[in-house]
């Protein structure tokens, strides 16, 4: 039996289950680090596709990603523009930004084999649909397995070798395979079957960052940011349990260990943004000059239209769309925050 997304089943089977090819499609920072650290561990036959020939020329010249230029990509990587070598993989790790994936899959689906299993690496919810990147998959990719992997987890350190934990969730299949194959001794999984949760925890904890970010660049202080962090926690949980994820999940590596690290490494993408828009930089200008994804700059609006459909409060994530999109000047928005009624803190 082959289990969607979604958990249906229908009988199949995975039809390359015995092809030993791990595809990463997305030549960004962190799809070229996963990719670097599994060739290194020389498991499996490992492709790393990119749909720009010309950036994927450079990268097999120089043997190199531009923003992770001091991490050499290892002889054993293959880093390919052909689509072909897709449908040789058993599995495809999707490491490609949020808004862009729809299109993408649409554009690959017949490339990937039949049975080849995908884990979403993706931190977002798409625009318009509100969906996490798992359904966005299973929308375009056809029946397969579909899980996604998760956690406090940033590119600079990873091709530098150090250890980190993440959260593969998904089906027991699929996470068999993932540990079989992705799992190594400073690349470290856990497992779950709690697929929304995953997903949500590394989604929304983008929208606490900027939060966090505009903390800090205001000089708020530490104890300011941290109650940011934490009520930003609890809103995640929040919204998080509407949509059926369990509150261990959000107190795991894909919640609280994927918040702390984002709020705090000088890595963040979304705390930088933070700190820019707390400088006084034009969020729009600010995104448009990046090189990077800041996702939480997007998953703002669709996590204040899902609180909508779900009946559910988020007081910082709205403050963060009005900044963000409709302008609002930062010292208002926390002034609003700080002046809200006092409440029964809630878990």
């Given at each position: 039996?082959?289990?969607?997304?979604s958990g249906a089943m229908w009988p199949?089977?995975?039809?390359?289950?015995?092809?030993?090819?791990?595809?990463?499609?997305?030549?960004?920072?962190?799809?070229?680090?996963?990719?670097?650290?599994?060739?290194?561990?020389?498991?499996?036959?490992?492709?790393?596709?990119?749909?720009?020939?010309?950036?994927?020329?450079?990268?097999?010249?120089?043997?190199?990603?531009?923003?992770?230029?001091?991490?050499?990509?290892?002889?054993?990587?293959?880093?390919?523009?052909?689509?072909?070598?897709?449908?040789?993989?058993?599995?495809?790790?999707?490491?490609?930004?949020?808004?862009?994936?729809?299109?993408?899959?649409?554009?690959?689906a017949t490339d990937l084999a039949p049975?080849?299993?995908?884990?979403?690496?993706?931190?977002?919810?798409?625009?318009?649909?509100?969906?996490?990147?798992?359904?966005?998959?299973?929308?375009?990719?056809?029946?397969?397995?579909?899980?996604?992997?998760?956690?406090?987890?940033?590119?600079?350190?990873?091709?530098?070798?150090?250890?980190?934990?993440?959260?593969?969730?998904?089906?027991?299949?699929?996470?068999?395979?993932?540990?079989?194959?992705?799992?190594?001794?400073?690349?470290?999984?856990?497992?779950?079957?709690?697929?929304?949760?995953?997903?949500?925890?590394?989604?929304?904890?983008?929208?606490?960052?900027?939060?966090?970010?505009?903390?800090?660049?205001?000089?708020?202080?530490?104890?300011?940011?941290?109650?940011?962090?934490?009520?930003?926690?609890?809103?995640?949980?929040?919204?998080?349990?509407?949509?059926?994820?369990?509150?261990?999940?959000?107190?795991?590596?894909?919640?609280?260990?994927?918040?702390?690290?984002?709020?705090?490494?000088?890595?963040?993408?979304?705390?930088?943004?933070?700190?820019?828009?707390?400088?006084?930089?034009?969020?729009?200008?600010?995104?448009?000059?990046?090189?990077?994804?800041?996702?939480?700059?997007?998953?703002?609006?669709?996590?204040?239209?899902?609180?909508?459909?779900?009946?559910?409060?988020?007081?910082?994530?709205?403050?963060?769309?009005?900044?963000?999109?409709?302008?609002?000047?930062?010292?208002?928005?926390?002034?609003?925050?700080?002046?809200?009624?006092?409440?029964?803190?809630?878990?």
């Amino acid at each position: 039996m082959t289990v969607t997304a979604s958990g249906a089943m229908w009988p199949g089977s995975l039809a390359c289950a015995a092809m030993p090819t791990t595809a990463v499609i997305g030549t960004g920072t962190w799809g070229t680090a996963v990719a670097l650290v599994l060739a290194r561990a020389g498991h499996d036959r490992v492709v790393l596709y990119g749909r720009d020939p010309a950036k994927v020329a450079e990268m097999r010249r120089s043997r190199r990603q531009a923003l992770l230029a001091d991490a050499e990509l290892p002889a054993a990587l293959e880093v390919t523009a052909d689509r072909g070598v897709l449908r040789e993989a058993d599995l495809v790790l999707w490491a490609v930004p949020t808004q862009h994936s729809r299109a993408l899959a649409s554009t690959l689906a017949t490339d990937l084999a039949p049975g080849a299993m995908v884990l979403s690496l993706a931190k977002g919810l798409e625009q318009g649909s509100l969906a996490r990147v798992s359904e966005v998959l299973a929308a375009t990719l056809g029946r397969r397995r579909i899980g996604c992997l998760s956690g406090p987890s940033h590119a600079e350190e990873v091709v530098r070798g150090l250890p980190l934990c993440l959260v593969v969730a998904g089906d027991d299949a699929l996470t068999r395979v993932a540990l079989a194959r992705v799992h190594a001794r400073t690349f470290r999984l856990y497992t779950t079957a709690d697929l929304p949760g995953v997903e949500l925890g590394g989604a929304l904890k983008n929208v606490v960052a900027v939060a966090a970010g505009i903390c800090e660049g205001l000089g708020l202080g530490d104890n300011t940011k941290a109650a940011m962090i934490t009520r930003g926690l609890a809103e995640i949980r929040r919204l998080a349990r509407a949509m059926g994820a369990h509150d261990a999940t959000l107190a795991g590596m894909a919640g609280v260990g994927d918040l702390m690290t984002t709020c705090y490494s000088r890595h963040g993408r979304n705390r930088a943004l933070g700190l820019a828009i707390a400088s006084g930089n034009s969020p729009q200008q600010y995104l448009a000059n990046q090189r990077m994804v800041a996702e939480g700059a997007w998953t703002c609006r669709a996590a204040v239209e899902l609180a909508r459909r779900h009946g559910v409060d988020l007081p910082i994530a709205c403050e963060v769309e009005s900044v963000i999109w409709r302008a609002k000047p930062v010292t208002q928005a926390i002034d609003d925050l700080l002046s809200r009624a006092p409440k029964e803190e809630d878990a």
